[in-house]
């Protein structure tokens, strides 16, 4: 069984998780109302994916 021979030192480890951080979602903007949204979700504001109307959304 392989045992390390030295202790990892806290930057050689922080190093390794360097890349591990969760990064910031994608942003796209809708092509009917403008607004930010997750890409290939319904846009929240104005109900629509693709072109088509998915959701009814009142407008109060």
Excluded: F, W
């Excluded at 190093?15 to 997750?38: F, M, V, W, Y």
């Excluded at 104005?46 to 009142?58: A, F, Q, S």
Aim: proline fraction near 7%; include cysteine.
């Amino acid at each position: 069984m392989a045992v390390p021979k030295q202790k990892t030192s806290k930057a050689k480890r922080n190093q390794r998780r360097a890349h591990d951080a969760i990064g910031t979602p994608a942003r796209s903007n809708c092509p009917q109302c403008g607004e930010a949204k997750l890409p290939h979700r319904v846009c929240a504001s104005c109900g629509t994916y693709r072109g088509r109307e998915i959701l009814k959304i009142d407008e109060d």
